[in-house]
């Protein structure tokens, strides 16, 4: 009987991952399928461990690590399949995954991959990917990642791109196109086959019923700076080879790509991964002959028009002056009265207009926002210590005053931290139990979402306050995905203001930063 699909598995030292991937392939409701680990030399017993205990995959051993591209590469070669599936080896694979995508395959004729539904490993209910999206200055990632399954992802329509940790590529696309480009070694080489894919006619499908449950970089947390390097390396790569010259050209898409590099440069330099981003420029350059080769061959093969590729890259708003850091937010908050300095100098204002009421016994959460020392001179001054912003000490201090008696402390102030805390319901427990009758809470929390006609203060807390605009631009890059935000506190935070106090939003905006002023009766 000839084999369906084969199953590929690139490997390196992953031997306390195997058991639970292969487990899940011996269940598959598609039997007329291989499974091809293709080890790169690992050193752990990945591959006598396979042997021992899963005598049915077939073993290609490779000298040393050759990245993923080579090794899936070489599966494909010896693979005997008209469908090839490609599988991390941090995954468990559904039992009737194989079943729906060689369905979802063989039923779409113009399709040439096919993306699973990628679940979180741990959170169950949480995608990985449900594939993947690239943007118009080659940033590309997993669709909804870190979103909650639901209706939409259960939905099965086309997608562009397909990731090569849990898909099914027709063999047609590999004699067609070519194989993964092995310069990339890893990460975005998958970008860079679904977009030559692209140009020669084959979509892109996403089948919501197979599912695959993913670790997530459990391999690649071990070398963290070479990852940083291929990443930004292989990005530019993609741009190179790959992206039309009319998207280039299009609203001068060139420059804002330019920046981005800049930025994404002083960004690596900042985090300590300034050798990597050498490393990657000087490849770059190094074969930019090479690269320029290959963008003509892609090129001269596209047989789909410019308006239908571009209509697949997403948009990418950018700041002209953010590669400029610093001074860039010092020209913003001086001249446009937006960015962090500005907001922070609005919240110290705001704090010293009521400093008539910062007396006795004054305990402070939210180091780090502001200028304090003027507080620490108004009382009897009481933090954890003198640590940052965003510090787990502080935050599970806010929730267990254990230290002060009941209704022992005059003034509490609580500056950008509710919002963070895993548990805000005892937080506010806490401060309300500590707070003496007449004491003063000064509460400062961003909003994502502008509030209309919600119900004045209630008898426990008055707000005495209105909020102040926070622009989306700033709030959206700069601190939600630079702090950790609990979406539970959020919710809980934004039922506080809805139920307890008067909440005067911003005009204009979705998102807000919000200055409560607030006493005990």
């Known amino acids: 009987m000839k084999t369906e699909a084969s199953v590929i598995i690139p490997n390196w030292n992953g031997k306390h991952l195997l058991r639970i991937c292969l487990l899940s392939l011996r269940k598959q409701t598609l039997k007329n399928f291989e499974i091809i680990l293709v080890d790169n030399g690992s050193q752990d017993g990945s591959v006598e461990y396979t042997t021992r205990y899963f005598p049915g995959v077939r073993i290609i051993k490779l000298e040393k690590n050759y990245g993923f591209a080579k090794a899936v590469n070489e599966g494909i070669k010896k693979s005997l399949g008209k469908y090839i599936v490609l599988i991390n080896n941090d995954t468990e694979v559904d039992k009737n995954c194989l079943q729906y995508l060689v369905q979802a395959a063989h039923k779409h004729k113009e399709v040439g991959f096919v993306a699973a539904k990628m679940l979180n490993f741990y959170q169950r209910d949480m995608i990985d990917s449900a594939g993947d999206w690239i943007d118009v200055v080659g940033h590309a990632s997993n669709i909804g990642l870190g979103e909650k399954d639901g209706e939409k992802f259960n939905k099965s329509g086309f997608v562009f791109l397909v990731t090569g940790g849990g898909g099914l590529f027709k063999r047609e696309v590999f004699n ?11 990460y975005f080489e998958d970008v860079d086959l679904c977009l030559r894919a692209q140009f020669q006619g084959f979509r892109g499908w996403y089948e919501s019923k197979a599912k695959i449950y993913h670790i997530h970089k459990a391999t690649a947390q071990k070398i963290k700076p070479f990852i940083e390097y291929l990443q930004f390396r292989n990005m530019t790569m993609n741009i190179i080879k790959d992206f039309p010259e009319t998207l280039l050209k299009k609203n001068f898409n060139w420059l804002r790509i330019l920046l981005v590099h800049l930025n994404t440069i002083k960004y690596l330099f900042s985090q300590g991964f300034a050798l990597q981003a050498i490393k990657a420029e000087v490849w770059i350059l190094w074969h930019l002959p090479l690269l320029l080769k290959k963008r003509f061959e892609i090129q001269k093969s596209k047989n789909v ?11 990418k708003k950018i700041r002209p002056l953010s590669f400029l850091g610093r001074a860039a937010y010092n020209i913003r908050s001086k001249f446009f009265k937006t960015g962090e300095d500005y907001h922070r100098k ?9 400093q008539d009421k910062i007396t006795g016994v004054i305990w402070d959460v939210g180091a780090g926002l502001m200028k304090r020392d003027w507080i620490r001179t108004l009382g009897d001054y009481k933090t954890l210590n003198n640590t ?19 209704e022992s ?41 502008v509030f209309h006609g919600l119900p004045d203060y209630k008898d426990y807390w008055r707000f005495t ?21 609990k979406k539970e506190s959020m919710e809980f935070f934004i039922k506080l203001v809805a139920s307890e106090m008067m909440f005067i939003p911003a005009e204009g905006g979705e998102a807000t930063t919000a200055y409560l002023c607030l006493a005990r009766k």
């Not at 067609?176 to 890893?186: L, R």
């Not at 609005?346 to 009521?354: N, Y």
């Not at 102030?413 to 139990?433: F, G, N, Q, S, Y």
């Open 409 to 449: 402390v005059d003034t509490i102030i609580c500056t950008e931290v509710l919002e963070h805390t895993p548990h805000p319901d005892k937080a506010v427990a806490e401060m309300r139990r500590v707070l003496k009758k007449g004491g003063w809470i000064f509460l400062t929390s961003p909003f994502w979402w």
């Open 465 to 485: 306050h209105q909020a102040w605009e926070y622009l989306t631009r700033d709030f959206s890059d700069r601190e939600i995905t630079k702090c950790a935000f």
């Open 346 to 354: 609005q919240a110290e204002d705001w704090l010293k207009s009521h």
């Open 305 to 315: 028009l410019d308006e239908y590729l571009i209509s697949n890259f997403r948009e």
């Open 176 to 186: 067609k196109v070519g194989f993964f480009d092995e310069d990339y070694f890893a």
């Open 388 to 406: 940052s912003y965003g510090d787990p000490d502080i935050i599970a201090d806010l929730e267990d005053l254990s230290r002060f008696p009941n």
